[in-house]
């Protein structure tokens, strides 16, 4: 899985690992540096990276763009579980890091839900998941990491060091400051199962009180799942040595449906991790391959986030899902977001969800960001409030045809009323007023200015909204 060979010994193994690791690490960056520096032909277009996958959800313009191939760069350079820190190259995936961490009886403190998302990628946009209530998002666990500029420097980023303005500043800038080519990454011990008990709670009042106790207890993990306006299931997990039996939602069993199924559960600690990815939480019945013959059609390799996205993507380019929906005079507008709205105000965001847009399940996750003087400028969480995650993912269909964007706006501005964010990965629709107000854009106009004065990448409004 593109990492380098990984041997048990805390410290001692990390200074091992640590002076060959660096040095491949070294000659892969001499190589893309000269790549970078030597066309002068293409400075023109914008810079972008080459990838053959994403996890981005939004269409984006077919201009010009200067490729940038950092493929290579999917190795582990480190790792001291006594210190709790793993040290990882940028196009890792969250799927080779886990098994990488695992064997030492760490993980990294945050793993998004998807195997396919890299460790550059969670940096440079928003990743979360069960355990942000105690430990923030992806970059609330970043020790330091090193940035590849537009212009072929790199610059070492702390919290208390020269470019602690970019450490601050690159979460949720989305390839438009620069790339993270390494990563310091604070990991958490594990032990070899979850038990999950699954709460379930017939008001959303309850839901979201039930939410707030867990998240000051002793709980490993927190998320739920609302079914309806009188059905949520607060899924609670805690890390145990033993099992009296694990479950495998990898292949015919399906997770969410045990949420309303089972009130205990165990699942080994890797099975735990990558439980939502079998079926993209649900949006596998998009598919069909919550059909028990379509889902043994399909087998175990193809039943996974990576097999889906590119399906996701098939349609979106041919344009399936609408053609049908007209055939049967209807009209649709994909609603693909994740947003976080504080804590208190969860239940009128809830209430607004079912009301004016109908997406059903919903994920729900709650955060807890960094404490601290500074807070990430992109992505202006305030330090010590909870929050709570909402993804509602699928594609809304009317009798009547909307304005584009309808429903994503109506979305955006409730976010934006009850005093929350939404993340850039998928569709948005903000005038640049409303983006200027949401995403600290005074503060990016200087990161902008003194890491790419020559505007070789494009902007973030340009690229999230305007998809450029």
């Not at 640590?18 to 790549?35: F, K, N, T, W």
């Not at 520096?37 to 053959?52: E, F, N, T, Y």
């Not at 990815?277 to 039943?303: E, Y």
């Not at 979305?411 to 629709?429: H, P, Q």
Request: charged fraction near 25%.
């Amino acid at each position: 899985m593109g990492t380098e060979p990984m041997a048990a010994g805390g410290a001692a193994h990390e200074a091992r690992l640590g002076q060959p690791a660096r040095q491949a690490h070294q000659a892969r960056l001499a190589r893309v540096l000269a790549d970078l520096r030597g066309d002068g032909a293409g400075q023109a277009a914008p810079l972008g990276l080459s990838k053959r996958t994403s996890n981005l959800f939004r269409d984006r313009a077919a201009g010009p763009k200067r490729r940038l191939d950092l493929g290579e760069f999917t190795n582990v350079l480190g790792i001291d579980p006594a210190a709790g820190w793993v040290d990882v190259e940028g196009t890792i995936r969250y799927e080779a890091l886990v098994d990488a961490t695992l064997p030492h009886g760490v993980m990294p403190a945050v793993v998004p839900q998807l195997k396919t998302i890299t460790a550059g990628g969670a940096a440079a946009g928003v990743g979360i998941e069960a355990t942000s209530f105690r430990q923030g998002l992806v970059h609330d666990t970043l020790l330091d990491f090193d940035v590849l500029l537009p212009d072929g420097r790199i610059v070492a980023c702390s919290p208390d060091n020269e470019h602690r303005d970019l450490f601050f500043g690159f979460p949720n800038s989305y390839g438009t400051l620069g790339y993270a080519i390494r990563l310091k990454l604070r990991t958490i011990p594990v032990r070899p199962f979850v038990r999950v008990e699954h709460r379930r709670h017939p008001t959303p009042v309850a839901f979201f009180d039930d939410l707030a106790r867990q998240c000051e207890g002793d709980a490993d993990f927190v998320d739920g799942v609302v079914f309806s306006g009188k059905e949520a299931v607060l899924s609670v997990g805690r890390f145990v040595d033993e099992a009296p039996w694990t479950s495998d939602y990898g292949y015919e069993r399906i997770y969410w449906r045990s949420l309303r199924a089972r009130d205990t559960d165990y699942l080994s600690t890797h099975d735990y991790i990558w439980r939502w990815d079998t079926d993209w939480f649900w949006c596998s019945r998009n598919l069909g391959a919550q059909n028990p013959i379509v889902r043994r059609l399909l087998g175990r390799k193809r039943l996974n986030s990576r097999f889906y996205t590119r399906v996701m993507r098939l349609n979106s380019r041919l344009g399936l899902t609408r053609g049908l929906a007209r055939l049967r005079g209807r009209f649709t507008e994909s609603v693909i977001q994740d947003v976080d709205v504080p804590l208190d105000r969860a239940g009128e965001f809830l209430d607004f969800l079912l009301r004016e847009i109908g997406i059903l399940p919903v994920w729900t996750c709650p955060i807890r960001p960094a404490d601290g003087a500074h807070r990430h400028a992109l992505y202006p969480l305030e330090p010590g409030v909870r929050y709570v995650n909402f993804g509602f993912w699928d594609v809304v269909e009317t009798d009547a045809p909307r304005e584009a964007g309808h429903f994503n706006r109506l979305v955006e501005r409730e976010v934006m009323r009850l005093g929350g964010i939404k993340s850039l990965y998928s569709d948005s629709f903000f005038t640049r007023e409303e983006f200027d107000r949401a995403y600290g854009t005074r503060d990016y106009a200087a990161l902008k200015a003194r890491y790419d004065p020559q505007g070789r990448m494009l902007g973030l409004y340009e690229k999230c909204v305007l998809r450029a």
